[in-house]
């Protein structure tokens, strides 16, 4: 069985939830990474995504000097623990319909696991099954 850390992403991209989203879409931009963990001081409490300020230009709030982070982002609701499975993991993204999990070893966040973690496990997956 696959597990989590196996394939998530041990690189932690964050913002300040004080910011403004310019400064987060710089950042992602500036990093090639389409996610940023949200901070409260030295907590996690958020996530921000290309999606959250591409938003802003759907809805006509295209101002993104006058946003800040936090009206932007998404409260962590659900975190992975980095020795639970693959599957389980799959099984969030599905059930929450979310792209990006936080994951947790002892309770503190040590990476990412994304929807591209996820193809990456069942292409290879695919790869060592013989038809």
Same mark, same amino acid.
């Given at each position: ?12 991209f964050s913002i ?9 879409i710089d950042k992602?931009? #500036?990093? $090639? !990474? /389409?996610? %940023? ?13 290309? @999606? ?13 000097? #006058?946003? $800040? !982070? /936090?009206? %932007? ?13 693959? @599957? ?31 193809e990456k496990y ?10």
């Open positions: 069985m696959s597990r989590v850390c196996e394939y998530m992403s041990d690189q932690i300040s939830q004080d910011k403004y989203a310019y400064e987060a992602m931009y #500036e990093n $090639k !990474v /389409s996610t %940023l963990l949200v901070r409260d001081g030295g907590k996690y409490v958020g996530i921000i995504t290309k @999606t959250d300020w591409m938003f802003l230009f759907l809805k006509g709030e295209s101002d993104t000097n #006058e946003i $800040k !982070v /936090s009206s %932007l982002m998404t409260e962590i609701e659900n975190t992975i623990d980095a020795s639970q499975s693959v @599957t389980e993991a799959g099984d969030i993204v599905e059930q929450k319909r979310v792209r990006h999990i936080p994951v947790t070893s002892e309770g503190k966040v040590v990476g990412m696991f994304s929807v591209k973690d996820l069942y292409l290879e997956l695919h790869r060592l099954t013989k038809f």
